[in-house]
């Protein structure tokens, strides 16, 4: 399809016309809802997590099929991109199916489904690209299994930072968006038609924002948040400056991230750190400095967006 548009159409335009078509197809596939899914039960753990009660949960289901199909349409498609496509759907599938389930998944069986999907990612990766990272204008060779552990390491904790910040109405998809955006700022050239998909990506999830900006009516559910931070490892990667992501998903990394650090020492090493603070961050700004969601929202906004300045300075 992206042949036969090329030969009428710029690239551009094709990107342009490929962001309306996202957004409208999502639109309407989510104002008319699919109806085998699932409904919010609440979460007691969560802060105000009784008021997700009832609303449709793991739509990540729905704008993830979207963005695929016009990825299939508006790009120029190779054997890779297939490759992290069915992947991207594999991670999302795992998370609705957890979505769906009467009693939530085991972390365990997550975190293996996670190391798997990961291991493949990376392995298919390297298969089709060099192992040369770029810190600043440093170019260093990375040996292929040290390149491999770092890589699933990536994959593993994009995923999971993400899930764990999607906690707020329109939180994640906002954040996502800056960061997806930035990386197509930033790395335009070397990112090609993943610079072009970022954009795809930000069209659904605009439209997602439609429906789960304060106060939501659906939410993307591990279906969504999972594969979000499946997808934005998979361009960080192919950026060829993995360390950016560092910058590129501070607010994730500090938000999601900070819990499963204090998780893991505590669960394994028994050392506990961070006793009067809670975790995910967005909810102890929310309960100990009396932010309201959309403070959260916008705060955090600001402070990625401020980040990816950074980042373009020393890419740049």
């Not at 979207?66 to 508006?74: A, K, N, Y």
């Not at 390491?153 to 994640?172: E, P």
């Not at 050239?189 to 659906?218: C, E, R």
């Not at 669960?267 to 961050?281: A, D, S």
Request: aromatic share 12%; proline share 3%; charged share 15%.
């Amino acid at each position: 399809m992206y042949k036969v548009l090329s030969n009428n159409l710029s690239v551009n335009q094709i990107v342009m016309l490929g962001i309306v078509v996202a957004f409208v197809i999502t639109f309407l596939a989510l104002k008319h809802p699919l109806p085998f899914l699932p409904y919010d039960k609440g979460r007691d753990y969560a802060l105000n997590g009784d008021r997700s009660k009832g609303k449709i949960r793991g739509v990540g289901l729905t704008f993830v099929v979207c963005f695929e199909v016009c990825s299939f349409i508006f790009l120029p498609i190779d054997r890779e991109y297939v490759i992290y496509s069915i992947l991207l759907f594999g991670v999302m599938l795992s998370g609705y199916l957890d979505d769906a389930s009467d009693t939530p998944w085991n972390e365990y069986k997550k975190g293996l489904i996670d190391l798997i999907l990961s291991i493949i990612a990376i392995l298919t990766f390297i298969d089709f690209n060099s192992t040369t990272i770029y810190i600043g204008t440093l170019e260093v060779v990375i040996p292929k299994v040290i390149y491999v552990l770092l890589g699933i390491i990536l994959f593993w904790v994009s995923i999971n930072v993400t899930n764990c910040s999607d906690g707020v109405d329109g939180l994640c998809a906002s954040v996502t968006s800056v960061i997806l955006l930035s990386f197509s700022v930033i790395f335009s050239q070397t990112l090609g038609k993943y610079a072009m998909a970022n954009f795809l990506f930000v069209a659904v999830l605009l439209a997602y924002l439609y429906f789960n900006s304060f106060p939501s009516s659906m939410l993307m559910g591990d279906a969504g948040s999972r594969a979000l931070g499946f997808f934005i490892a998979i361009v960080t990667i192919k950026t060829g400056h993995p360390l950016i992501y560092i910058l590129l998903a501070a607010v994730f990394i500090i938000d999601g991230g900070l819990g499963l650090i204090k998780l893991f020492l505590l669960r394994f090493l028994k050392i506990g750190i961070l006793k009067n603070t809670l975790t995910p961050i967005h909810d102890h700004v929310r309960k100990k400095h009396h932010w309201s969601d959309t403070q959260v929202v916008v705060r955090f906004l600001i402070l990625q967006s401020l980040l990816a300045v950074v980042a373009y300075i020393i890419c740049m």
